[in-house]
């Protein structure tokens, strides 16, 4: 669709990540970014086919690793952090939803990225700056998503093409968070209709997740597509609302490659992908 469109991060952190910083913890990298890296690379070079949409995932994640490494660190480290990746294939940086979203933005399109921590605000402005995402794409917000976003989505919805992706994937660290993602669904659907929501979340107790979605059928939101994904211990999952036609398809073609990559049983990945039927699912709500 060549009409213009405006991408919303409702949280959107510092936008990149070091694994070498002080602190941090490489579990989560071990067993997801590193792991499913690792077996893409095992694959190509298998010359074996990778879904298009990790393929391009992955190469986006790539490219910033050259740029930043060539660029010294986005946050003034020294260029010795290359010896990560001369001694080990794992990629230093991960690249956030935020600058993730530049990368993929057309001239005409724009973003709008929230974030409540002041510190994270500041650090998220110094790494798209020093990823040299063309300051006039994006607007950067200091402030909490779920009363910000209200304000602006009639006149979100009335500029442009009024078209949109909204990604909420909140930390669910409050246990009202489900009435307060539902209320904000709700909101959006009645006030900027023609925007498109993805809606993150983990499933810790299968009773709530299915009162969420009888909640979310009896407010008559229109489409409303469904991926369930589990992986060894954790699983999650994500609501669209208002989705791409195709999005169902991709979907269905991305999620079997994504659960054999990142399957822990599989250790030595083999150079094909296998058709699985297990572990996610997708359906209309």
Not at 118 to 123: F, P, Q
Not at 175 to 190: A, C, K, T, W, Y
Not at 204 to 213: E, F, G, N
């Amino acid at each position: 669709n060549a009409a213009s469109f405006t991408y919303v991060d409702a949280h959107s952190g510092s936008g990149l990540y070091n694994f070498c910083a002080s602190g941090s913890s490489h579990r989560d990298a071990e067993e997801g970014f590193w792991r499913l890296h690792a077996r893409a690379s095992n694959l190509r070079e298998a010359n074996a086919a990778l879904p298009q949409p990790i393929a391009s995932y992955l190469e986006l994640q790539q490219a910033c690793n050259e740029f930043v490494l060539a660029q010294g660190g986005p946050d003034g480290t020294p260029a010795v952090d290359k010896l990560f990746m001369t001694s080990s294939p794992r990629l230093q940086y991960y690249l956030g939803s935020p600058a993730l979203a530049c990368s993929l933005l057309r001239g005409l399109d724009r973003a709008l990225f929230f974030e409540s921590s002041a510190a994270t605000c500041d650090e998220l402005a110094l790494h798209l700056d020093r990823l040299e995402v063309p300051r006039h794409i994006y607007e950067l917000r200091n402030e909490e998503v779920y009363s910000g976003l209200r304000r602006v989505a009639k006149t979100l919805a009335s500029s442009g093409s009024g078209r949109g992706l909204v990604l909420l994937d909140p930390t669910y660290e409050q246990s009202f968070s489900d009435q307060i993602n539902v209320g904000l669904l709700r909101h959006l659907h009645r006030h900027w209709p023609a925007c498109c929501v993805a809606l993150w979340y983990p499933i810790r107790d299968a009773s709530r997740t299915a009162r969420v979605y009888q909640r979310l059928r009896s407010l008559e939101l229109g489409k409303v597509l469904v991926t369930e994904f589990e992986s060894g211990p954790v699983k999650t999952g994500c609501l669209v609302m208002q989705p791409p036609d195709t999005l169902k398809l991709q979907l269905e073609e991305v999620l079997p490659a994504l659960h054999k990559l990142l399957d822990a049983k599989d250790a030595e990945s083999s150079d094909r992908l296998k058709t699985v039927n297990e572990g996610f699912r997708t359906f209309w709500l």
